[in-house]
Nanobody
Framework: QVQLVESGGGLVQPGGSLRLSCVAS????????MGWYRQAPGKQRELVTT???????NYADSVKGRFTISRDNAANTVYLQMNSLKPEDTAAYYC???????????????WGQGTQVTVSS
């Protein structure tokens, strides 16, 4: 089976930085897009950023210029560098990946368990 495991969350002061990592492991034939979503208390999960296997990126307007997504295809890993963090960035951050576990299986979405990011003084 496929697992996505996030790491790197924590408590940071406004204006600070954090780097999240997400590693995909298990039965993996290929990975298409990978990305990060977040969910604040009482709110719906929202897209933060995505990156294709070829490196094309997409960002939510609220994080453009502050967050950077990158990936290491050889290591099945996606990263999220978060700079100039604001209190409104506080949320649980979830890794997402479109993975084909075996050659004859269809591509499907997989999710990590989430990592908490809290921005507060």
């Amino acid at each position: 089976q496929v697992q996505l495991v996030e790491s790197g969350g924590g408590l940071v002061q406004p204006g600070g930085s954090l780097r999240l990592s997400c590693v995909a492991s298990g039965s993996i034939f290929s990975i298409n897009a990978m990305g990060w979503y977040r969910q604040a208390p009482g709110k719906q999960r929202e897209l933060v950023t995505t990156i294709t296997s070829g490196g094309t990126t997409n960002y939510a307007d609220s994080v453009k210029g502050r967050f950077t997504i990158s990936r290491d295809n050889a290591a099945n890993t996606v990263y999220l560098q978060m700079n100039s963090l604001k209190p409104e960035d506080t949320a649980a951050y979830y890794c997402n990946a479109q993975i084909k576990p075996y050659a004859i299986w269809p591509m499907r979405d997989y999710w990590g368990q989430g990592t908490q990011v809290t921005v507060s003084s």
